[in-house]
């Protein structure tokens, strides 16, 4: 089984959001997974009802309750009947200063309320070419998830921080190496995502150790999402 995921990130009105989560195939075969922007998700549930696609939002807390302007936690994820949160996105790393520690707070947190999680790894352009991508990219799964012993709800997604959004897309080779020494390190799904489109797809999905895409720009677009979809079901 492949999975197929789009992050929505912080795009489309909500008539567009509309048009998309309509326009959406599904698949008996792999898993379809939907991050809009936690103000529709709700509705997108509801829009995708009957299909298999599940819908998850794209942040939480790392409390339950509390005086947290502006943030939402896991038990108002789970009690809305959603499945799945991204963990750690290198855009929350950045804009919103997000640390290991953080990020292991929010993991435990989600486990605890039995969601479902994609955890986001990946090294900046400056620490691959100093030869530390590896060291970066352990580094950040282990701390991740430490003091955690059930991982069975967790996937990774690798996404090299230097092709999120710039249009360059690691190799599938590269790729690959580096989904092959995360399931050393934790024997889980790995997803990839960074610059994903309907041109390199086949490519991406094909390589031994790579279980899935997380799109960004390209799951804003229906026609090439889906195109995405049949692809995976070629494999």
């Not at 807390?61 to 949160?85: C, N, Q, R």
């Not at 520690?101 to 070419?129: F, M, Q, S």
């Not at 955690?148 to 959004?165: D, F, R, S």
């Amino acid at each position: 089984m492949k999975i197929i995921a789009g992050n929505w990130k912080m795009n489309l009105t909500f008539d567009q959001a509309n048009t998309l989560a309509n326009s959406i195939k599904s698949s008996n075969k792999n898993e379809i997974i939907l991050f809009p922007p936690s103000i529709y998700a709700l509705k997108v549930k509801e829009i995708v009802k009957g299909k298999n696609i599940k819908v998850g939002v794209q942040n939480i807390f790392y409390e339950d309750f509390g005086a947290y302007t502006g943030e939402i936690s896991a038990i108002m994820v789970k009690s809305m009947d959603l499945d799945y949160v991204l963990i750690g996105h290198s855009e929350r790393r950045k804009y919103f200063f997000e640390s290991d520690e953080i990020i292991n707070k929010k993991l435990k947190k989600a486990i605890e309320y039995n969601l479902d999680v994609i955890l986001c790894v990946g090294e900046t352009l400056e620490e691959r070419e100093n030869n530390k991508a590896f060291e970066v990219v352990k580094n950040q799964v282990l701390r991740a998830i430490e003091g955690l012993n059930n991982l069975n709800n967790v996937k990774i997604a690798y996404e090299p921080v230097w092709a999120i959004g710039t249009g360059i897309n690691a190799t599938p080779e590269q790729a690959n190496e580096m989904h092959q020494f995360i399931k050393e390190i934790i024997n889980i799904p790995v997803l990839y995502g960074g610059s994903v489109n309907e041109k390199n797809a086949y490519e991406l999905l094909s390589q031994e150790f790579i279980d899935g895409l997380l799109i960004g720009g390209a799951s804003l677009k229906a026609e090439i999402f889906n195109k995405i979809i049949e692809i995976a079901e070629l494999l």
